[in-house]
């Protein structure tokens, strides 16, 4: 049973739009959350992540929300651009129980349209 | 230092043959993950070390998986005899300490086909 859950295989958006990737999940036990970013014949890039006792975190262009109640968290990229073009990967984890393994959606590909 | 290395970056092999990958990680990165990833899937963790210790394995770590970390510094993973389902993109991964919040920083990957 999938723990983490990425709905959306792909994604479309226009260049300078808001691009909004969604991940949900079933563990009330993660308290750590992490987008990885996915260029091909490249490993994961770390992008941003969020802990479970807040509900927003943004690093420039990108902002990941955290919504407990209803276990699902969402990254927004703003504005989007060609260079974002990638698979997106929401991961999860219970550090107390699992010392840092990440649970791992399956990806959502961003095409970014100039 | 430049990030995390694997080699081979891609390897071939005939079904019953055995495969070892090895792994370089961040000089000064006291803990290594060793995940898979198969197409459409997201990385699986498989198995983790802090230092030479091997903390943490993965149920899908069959018998015929083995991982060291000798000294504590690069990282092997060697799959024996074997299978077709083997076929997969092996990641190793790094991080100082606690991977949050910080994540911790992936290789390219070692591509592995079973033939």
């Known amino acids: 049973d999938q723990q983490v859950k990425q709905n959306s295989p792909s994604l479309s958006v226009q260049e300078g739009r808001i691009s909004i990737l969604n991940c949900d999940y079933t563990?009330?036990?993660?308290?750590?959350f992490l987008w990885y970013k996915k260029y091909p014949a490249e490993g994961p890039t770390f992008l941003i992540s969020?802990?479970?006792?807040?509900d927003k975190n943004e690093d420039g262009r990108f902002t990941v929300f955290l919504n407990k109640s209803a276990k699902h968290l969402s990254l927004h990229i703003v504005p989007s651009q060609p260079g974002d073009s990638a698979v997106y990967f929401c991961?999860?984890?219970?550090?107390?129980?699992?010392?840092?393994?990440?649970?791992f959606g399956k990806g959502t590909k961003l095409s970014v349209k100039p | 230092d430049t990030g995390v290395s694997q080699n081979p970056r891609h390897k071939i092999t005939k079904r019953g043959q055995n495969v070892t990958f090895r792994c370089d990680p961040i000089?000064?990165?006291?803990?290594l993950y060793w995940y898979r990833q198969t197409l459409g899937q997201g990385p699986e963790f498989l198995t983790y070390?802090?230092?030479?210790?091997?903390?943490?394995k993965s149920r899908l770590l069959s018998d015929r998986f083995s991982a060291e970390r000798p000294k504590g510094s690069f990282s092997t993973l060697e799959i024996q005899r074997t299978e077709q389902g083997d076929s997969a993109m092996y990641l190793c991964?790094?991080?100082?300490?606690?991977?949050?919040?910080?994540?911790?920083?992936f290789g390219s990957g070692t591509r592995l086909t079973v033939v």
């Open positions: 991964a790094s991080s100082l300490g606690d991977p949050f919040p910080y994540g911790y920083t």
């Open positions: 563990n009330s036990m993660f308290d750590y």
């Open positions: 969020i802990s479970s006792i807040k």
């Open positions: 991961a999860a984890s219970d550090v107390g129980g699992s010392q840092g393994n990440l649970i």
């Open positions: 000089s000064e990165h006291n803990r």
């Open positions: 070390f802090q230092n030479e210790a091997q903390l943490e």
